[in-house]
């Protein structure tokens, strides 16, 4: 059964922390990728990979930084946590190339940056 | 740049039958998808078109018009567990990348 892990179901963190936000797959998916979800802005891509160590930016990567040392895990790092950076952050992997139209997500992690 | 429009809520009875449209305006575009999300829950992908006509799983039908550059998802036989929110997604080429990106998603009611 095709399964994406978040580390993390809730997590509160205080203004100015690092944080990380971990994602496996136990797929063996080439692609992953990093999604913010907000209320009426639907899902909106962070950062995304499409081999390991390698990365690219998305729609909205400012504040934000990803690692991928292993196939099966893709990092999401926030420098230093803002309250604007208050959501609900998805991981999801995919197979390579036009594979992207079919990604597999994990449950979620709802991020309060206090 | 991209953009995708679908509306933000729809509402129909069960056992109707209910339509999602999508239109978008990108370029590159290589096809459609449709993801369902019930509340708290994570997304899960209904289905895709690369090209037009119509491609029926089920329960659920999803068309695309590539000249027209719109789509809609069509769920028949509504059952209360298929509220949620719907999801639509365009495929395209990106600086030499296939990328996905997201509508805003309509959230469908069922209602007895």
């Known amino acids: 059964d095709v399964k994406v892990t978040q580390s993390s179901r809730y997590l509160v963190k205080r203004t100015g922390e690092k944080v990380f936000l971990e994602c496996v797959q136990d797929?063996?998916?080439?692609?992953m990728f990093w999604y913010r979800q907000d209320p009426g802005l639907g899902l909106r891509l962070i950062y995304f990979s499409y081999d390991v160590k390698m990365k690219e930016k998305g729609d909205i990567p400012e504040g934000y930084s990803v690692s991928r040392e292993k196939k099966e895990r893709f990092s999401l790092i926030l420098e230093s946590a803002s309250t604007n950076q208050t959501s609900m952050y998805l991981c999801a992997s995919s197979l390579p190339g036009t594979g992207v139209f079919e990604q597999y997500f994990g449950p979620g992690t709802r991020l309060t940056v206090t | 740049g991209q953009s995708l429009e679908q509306p933000s809520e729809v509402t129909a009875v069960e056992g109707a039958i209910v339509q999602i449209n999508c239109t978008y305006q990108t370029s590159g575009f290589y096809g459609l998808s449709w993801y369902q999300q019930h509340d708290g829950g994570a997304p899960t992908f209904l289905s895709y078109?690369?090209?037009?006509g119509l491609e029926e799983t089920g329960r659920f039908s999803s068309f695309l018009s590539r000249s027209d550059s719109y789509g809609y998802l069509l769920l028949q036989e509504l059952q209360m567990k298929d509220s949620a929110s719907y999801f639509c997604a365009v495929m395209m080429n990106s600086g030499g990348y296939q990328k996905v990106t997201f509508g805003t998603g309509t959230k469908l009611q069922v209602i007895p």
């Open positions: 797929m063996d998916h080439e692609n």
């Open positions: 078109n690369a090209l037009d």
